[in-house]
């Protein structure tokens, strides 16, 4: 079994910042991409940044230049780190995680999400 926890949101003042963390735990074999969506309720999750096992990341343009996505293999843990916050960064962040249990088992899973509050 596979859990992604997820940690560090929280409410922070418009132009502040928050650095959000997921460590992947269980039964892993390989992880491949890991990466941050966001979504509000009501509305399609979006994606928010993505990182291979190699170091490329890939950034919705709403976000570029302010968050920045990393991640620590050695750990099986991925971060996200928010500067300049906007209001309508307000959302459900969700930790996801491509990776393998086995030589021949991949597959999608998905932190619980954790809130994110810009507001003054």
């Known amino acids: 079994q596979v859990q992604l926890v997820e940690s560090g949101g929280g409410l922070v003042q418009p132009g502040g910042s928050l650095r959000l963390s997921c460590a992947a735990s269980?039964?892993?074999?390989?992880?491949?991409?890991m990466g941050w969506y966001r979504q509000t309720p009501g509305k399609q999750r979006e994606l928010v940044a993505t990182?291979?096992?190699?170091?490329?990341?890939n950034y919705v343009a709403a976000v570029k230049g302010r968050f920045t996505i990393s991640r620590d293999n050695a750990n099986n843990t991925v971060y996200l780190s928010m500067n300049s916050l906007k209001p309508e960064d307000t959302r459900v962040y969700y930790c996801?995680?491509?990776?393998?249990?086995?030589?021949?088992?991949?597959?999608?899973?998905w932190g619980q999400g954790t809130q994110v509050t810009v507001s003054s």
């Open positions: 996801y995680a491509d990776l393998s249990t086995s030589s021949w088992r991949r597959g999608d899973y």
């Open positions: 269980g039964s892993i074999f390989s992880i491949n991409a």
């Open positions: 990182i291979t096992s190699g170091g490329r990341t």
